[in-house]
């Protein structure tokens, strides 16, 4: 149990990663608060933790809401007596091209993905100064943040935004030994988010084909699984990693070392 007493924020529960990474803290001990703007994502990820021997709670949040956020906090504070993870999960994935990006959809997504990560590091971390116990923050990127990906321009300019982000947050709170570290996934294998989705009794969506053969592109031959991110975030958030800070960990089956024109499964 590497984070047994600690107390866990992660937002953005919906079946796939938000959960994983949710569930992956609670079985080793943590407590965890699953925070997302649709209510059914935050109180039935609550409820599958609970129901695997997990202690969780769910709130209703739009992390974009700074009211919203303190509120979350607080509601954190006053049921398990403070805040020492947070995994800033939440985001809006997808885009279009420069050419054709709406500017209130390129204003949404800008603002969950970065503002939404600003208010929820910049509330938990005050609640971590105050409690005098350092903490850890996760902000979760993609590898779309490391690469120009066409046709997504809003997705890739703000997870590109919070890389550095996390690099000077990092700066300001490490005093306060509050460590922030982002977690690099990619594309990733769909079966045990659909898995879940069941388990939550959600009916199983018509399978999409992806355009492009990740799988095959992969120099790990396969692709990461939410499990696999949790490992990680385990890490981050433990005793383990006191010492890292403002770095990202890449879990990406090796996707951004490779040599771009090599195809290591054709
Ligand atoms: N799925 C992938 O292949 C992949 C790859 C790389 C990175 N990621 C990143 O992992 C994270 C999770 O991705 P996912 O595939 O599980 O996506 P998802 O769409 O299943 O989950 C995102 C969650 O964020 C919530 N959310 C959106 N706006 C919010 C807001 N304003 N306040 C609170 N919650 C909000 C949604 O309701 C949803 O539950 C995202 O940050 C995404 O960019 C995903």
Redesign the pocket.
């Known amino acids: 149990m590497k984070l047994s007493g600690k107390v866990a924020i992660v937002?953005?529960?919906?079946p796939?990663?938000?959960a994983g990474i949710a569930g992956g803290l609670a079985d080793e001990g943590a407590k965890v608060v699953c925070?997302?703007?649709?209510p059914d994502?935050a109180e039935q990820c609550a409820s599958w933790i609970a129901k695997h021997g997990g202690e969780a709670l769910g709130i209703a949040?739009?992390?974009?809401d700074e009211t919203q956020v303190e509120a979350l906090v607080a509601r954190t504070r006053d049921a398990y007596g403070g805040v020492d993870v947070l995994v800033n999960?939440?985001?809006?994935?997808g885009g279009d091209s420069v050419l054709d990006m709406p500017l209130d959809r390129w204003s949404r997504q800008l603002a969950?993905n970065l503002t939404?990560t600003f208010l929820c590091t910049k509330h938990v971390a005050r609640q971590m100064v105050a409690q005098k116990r350092g903490g850890s923050i996760i902000v979760?990127v993609?590898?779309a943040g490391h690469q120009g990906q066409a046709g997504n321009i809003g997705y890739c300019t703000s997870?590109s935004g919070l890389l550095n982000f996390t690099r000077a947050a990092a700066m300001d709170l490490a005093r306060h030994r509050i460590r922030v570290n982002s977690l690099t996934?990619?594309?990733?294998d769909t079966e045990e988010?659909l898995a879940r989705a069941a388990e939550w009794g959600r009916a199983r969506p018509e399978a999409r084909r992806r355009t492009l053969d990740f799988v095959k592109m992969a120099p790990l031959g396969a692709l990461p699984s939410p499990r696999h991110y949790a490992q990680a975030a385990v890490f981050l958030a433990s005793d383990d990693a006191e010492m890292i800070t403002g770095t990202d960990l890449r879990v990406d089956a090796g996707a951004i070392a490779k040599y771009w024109p090599w195809i290591p499964h054709a």
């Open positions: 937002t953005g529960t919906s796939n990663i938000g925070a997302d703007v649709v994502n949040c739009d992390t974009t999960n939440a985001g809006i994935l969950v939404g979760i993609s590898t997870k996934p990619t594309a990733t988010g």
